[in-house]
């Protein structure tokens, strides 16, 4: 406040909370804060990455980021979410019958990492996992739980989350041969004919007695 203006001060900010302004535009600042920790965890990795570097190159307060997502694993997770969209995709896999389902499970996971827009935060992702135990966590959480996990469950099998991570185990070695390492042949392989021969297996993973 200016003294003798008559104005009043602004009241102070509650920190985790949005403005009313920034209320108004919350979906726009949140997709901004999602595409910024993507390019983060892609530029510097997870353990370089923090909440204030996210918060600065989405252009809000780091209060902000926490008021959507919490901690930095939260963050990160969300940006895994960003790049698989399991909410959306789950029902086409699953589809109406359990035929052809390792074949359209291997699709979709192969045709998120031959997506030149998702590959490079995935490959970040990967690195981390692969370097970071909290990275690591969050992606074995994510995979498990918001994917593999909620598929096997509506499958009414026994084992449903060893099957799981049977069938997770499966797609994270090719993505780490394929897509990291770039192991020959494999990382020159046609998509195509990799799910066609990686479908068997994650169908008698996931449905077979």
Known sequence: MTEGDGSQAPPPRRRGRPSRTEAKT???????????????????????????????????????VHHYFGTKDEVFAAAIELSFEPALVIPDILGSSTEGLGERLAGYFI?????????????????????????AKVLRVFVLRHLLDRIADQLDVPDATFRA????????????????IRAEPLASADPQKIIAMVGPTLQRYLTES
């Open 26 to 64: 919350g979906p726009d600042a949140r997709t901004r804060i999602l595409e910024a920790a993507r390019t983060e965890f892609s530029e510097r990795g997870y353990d370089k990455t923090s909440v204030r570097g996210i918060a600065k190159a989405a252009g809000v307060d780091a209060a902000l």
């Open 111 to 135: 045709g998120v990492w031959e997506n030149p827009a998702s590959r490079a935060p995935l490959l970040a992702i990967m690195r981390s996992a692969m370097t970071h135990e909290a990275a």
């Open 165 to 180: 991570e049977l069938a997770a185990s499966h797609m994270v070695g090719i993505a780490v041969l394929r897509y990291v």
